[in-house]
């Protein structure tokens, strides 16, 4: 079964600081990933996806992850970070389960705070 | 607009008194989900339907059961709701589609307190 670590619990950032959030994923096969945001009080919404091509993939709001097959990560990044983009971010793994079924597995969420 | 609902939105209960929380969604999407959040835990998968009348056990079914009787809709029925079910709960929608490749569309959560 794959399974997916996301080592960063909280990150506190002040505005314009770099942020890199690491996520690594188990699975030995072909996998889709994603990184999804949830602003406070509202629910889940997708931040970009990697399913084939070029591993560095760009998402909405100047943020970009890069696939690293051998290392088993998709980690995100933005070069500058805003207050605005308070929020907690979770990585997505989805790969083939049982019945034709692609089974998505999340992080635990890592929880970011940006300082105006 | 493209969307997935789910009502209620906030739920107080007590312990052992049935409970439906609704979710709908308008896209067409052959796939659901419910899923719980927990702080720390993340989100867990409690079950899933891949179309209508197909439906099986996430990673955390216990206490919980599903119907999918029309595509659109995927209730999570709480038979005997229990203090350790408090949770946001969320309901997704995906398609295999080759453009949207099992992206989730989600509800807006259900917070739901069992006393």
């Known amino acids: 079964a794959q399974s997916v670590s996301q080592h960063n619990h909280h990150v506190i950032l002040s505005e314009a600081a770099s942020l890199e959030l690491g996520c690594n994923y188990s699975?030995?096969?072909?996998?889709?990933l994603f990184w999804y945001v949830q602003y406070p009080g509202q629910h889940l919404q997708l931040l970009l996806k990697y399913f084939s091509g070029d591993p560095l993939v760009k998402g909405i709001k100047g943020f970009e992850a890069e696939f690293i097959k051998s290392k088993f990560s998709f980690n995100l990044r933005k070069p500058s970070v805003q207050w605005s983009d308070t929020a907690e971010y979770f990585c997505a793994v989805n790969a083939p389960y049982s019945g034709g079924y692609q089974k998505v597995t999340f992080g635990t969420g890592t929880k970011l705070q940006v300082i105006p | 607009e493209a969307q997935v609902t789910q009502n209620p939105r906030y739920l107080i209960t007590v312990t052992g008194k049935k409970l439906t929380v609704t979710c709908s969604q308008n896209?067409?999407?052959?796939?659901m989900s419910w899923y719980r959040q927990d702080p720390g835990l993340g989100l867990r998968q409690i079950y899933y339907s891949m179309n209508v009348e197909v439906t099986d056990k996430g990673d955390v079914p216990e206490g919980y059961k599903v119907s999918r009787k029309e595509k659109r809709n995927f209730p999570l029925i709480l038979e005997s709701p229990s203090p350790n079910q408090t949770s946001l709960y969320f309901c997704a929608s995906s398609s295999p589609g080759l453009a949207t490749t099992y992206e989730q569309y989600f509800g807006p959560g259900t917070r739901l307190t069992v006393t």
């Open positions: 896209m067409n999407h052959e796939y």
């Open positions: 699975y030995g096969g072909t996998v889709n």
